[in-house]
C-alpha cells in the first residue's frame, strides 16, 4: 500500500504545474527588444505604397497582476529606435513611443529550464515620429498600436517574447498643394524578439 502511495504522489508530481505564478501576484519586468523586417506602408487616395525599414531596436518595461493563477493583465511602456527607410540615405526615419496595456495565459511546464509557455496579446497607443527631408515637411500624427505573439520564463526570472505588432498613424502635409492628399493613412509593422528580466512583487 506504501509503495502504490508513492508511485501515486509521484506521478502527481510529475503532472502538477510547476512555477504557477499565485493569484494577487505582481511582477514587473525590463526587456530590451531587435525588431526584424519592419515595414512602412502609406495609403492615400486608393493608392499604397510600402517600403522597408532598417533592423532596429526597443527598450521597454512591463507591469503584470495576477486575476487567477495562470491569467495575468498589465501595462507596458516601449520606445522603439528610430530607423531608416532601406536606400533613403537618412531622408526618412520612423520611431515610435508605444504605451497599451496587456494579457497574458500562463501554461505552467514540469521544467526547471522553461518554467512556461504563454500567448500575450497587447493593445495601446503608439506617439509615432517621423524625421529626414520628407519628415520635416509631414506631420507625423500618433495611432493605435497592437501587437500578439508568445512568450517563454526561463529559470524563473529570464524572458524570451516573440511578437507580431503593429502600429497605425497619420501624415498630414504642412502644405497642400495641386495633387497633394490632405493625409496619408500609415501602417508599420514588424517582428519583435525580446529578451528581459522579471522581479516579483
Known amino acids: 500500500m506504501k509503495k502504490l502511495l508513492a508511485v501515486v504522489l509521484l506521478a ?9 505564478a499565485e493569484k494577487g501576484s505582481m511582477e514587473i519586468d525590463g526587456k530590451l527588444g531587435v525588431l526584424f523586417s519592419p515595414t512602412f506602408k502609406m495609403e492615400a487616395a486608393g493608392e ?4 522597408d525599414f532598417e533592423t ?3 527598450l521597454g518595461a512591463d507591469f503584470f497582476y495576477y486575476v487567477a493563477n495562470e491569467i495575468a493583465v498589465g501595462a507596458g511602456l ?4 528610430p530607423s531608416e527607410a532601406d536606400d533613403s540615405d537618412g531622408e526618412l526615419k520612423y520611431g515610435t513611443t508605444n504605451l497599451f496595456v496587456q494579457a497574458k495565459y500562463d ?5 526547471d529550464v522553461f518554467n512556461n509557455i504563454y500567448p ?3 493593445l495601446g497607443y503608439g506617439i509615432n515620429s517621423l ?3 520628407f519628415g520635416d515637411m509631414v506631420d507625423m500624427k500618433n495611432g493605435l498600436y497592437w501587437g500578439i505573439g508568445v512568450g517563454t520564463t526561463i529559470k524563473e526570472n529570464f524572458i524570451v517574447e516573440l511578437l507580431y505588432a503593429f502600429n497605425y498613424g497619420t ?7 495641386p495633387g497633394v492628399p490632405s493625409s496619408v493613412d500609415t501602417t508599420y509593422k514588424t517582428f519583435k524578439l525580446k529578451v528581459g528580466y522579471k522581479f516579483s512583487v
Open 12 to 20: 502527481a508530481a510529475m503532472v502538477a504545474p510547476a512555477f504557477a
Open 48 to 51: 499604397s505604397k510600402s517600403g
Open 56 to 58: 532596429t531596436f526597443s
Open 78 to 81: 516601449e520606445y522603439v529606435v
Open 107 to 111: 501554461i505552467a511546464l514540469n521544467n
Open 120 to 122: 500575450i496579446v497587447q
Open 131 to 133: 524625421s529626414g527631408a
Open 171 to 177: 501624415i498630414e502635409p504642412k502644405e497642400i498643394g
